[in-house]
């Protein structure tokens, strides 16, 4: 199945979403859930006009597909603050508080590799939590 990206970006009212390889394509939600609903309508939407026109499809969008959500790490953080705490974030990434907190603020964005640190320790969090039973 292929992947294609939806970059997600967090604003002070809502979400919104675009994708590299469709351009035009956009979509805004109140929630990050309404988001992904609208950005798979909008695709369709754009693949069908993109059809009548007569346009090319890209390659990705002609077999099955499934969307995988990119975040930048500011509307990340943005988005789990609250659930996730600094202190948290810091036991699981080993980036000190002070410096989560300049990413989730905008004041300063990380490199790669800390970006890199985050997405790992969510996604082991994540793998932990899907083996868990109550």
Do not use: W
Not at 24 to 33: A, E, I, P, Q, R
Not at 51 to 78: A, H, N
Not at 88 to 100: F, V, Y
């Amino acid at each position: 199945m292929e992947k294609v990206v939806v970059t997600v970006e967090l604003s002070e009212n809502n979400y919104s979403a675009y994708l590299e390889d469709l351009p035009g394509c956009v979509s805004t939600g109140k929630t990050f859930d309404e988001l992904k609903s609208n950005i798979r309508e909008a695709v369709d939407f754009h693949l069908a006009g993109m059809r009548e026109d007569g346009d090319d499809i890209p390659e990705q969008f002609t077999k099955k597909y499934q969307f995988v959500f990119r975040f930048d790490p500011q509307s990340l953080l943005q988005r789990y603050n609250g659930i996730f705490t600094n202190f948290a974030l810091e036991r699981i990434t080993g980036i000190n508080q002070r410096q989560l907190q300049r990413y989730a603020s905008g004041v300063s964005r990380p490199r790669r590799p800390q970006a890199e640190k985050i997405e790992k320790a969510l996604h082991k969090l994540g793998k932990e939590l899907l083996i868990v039973e109550l």
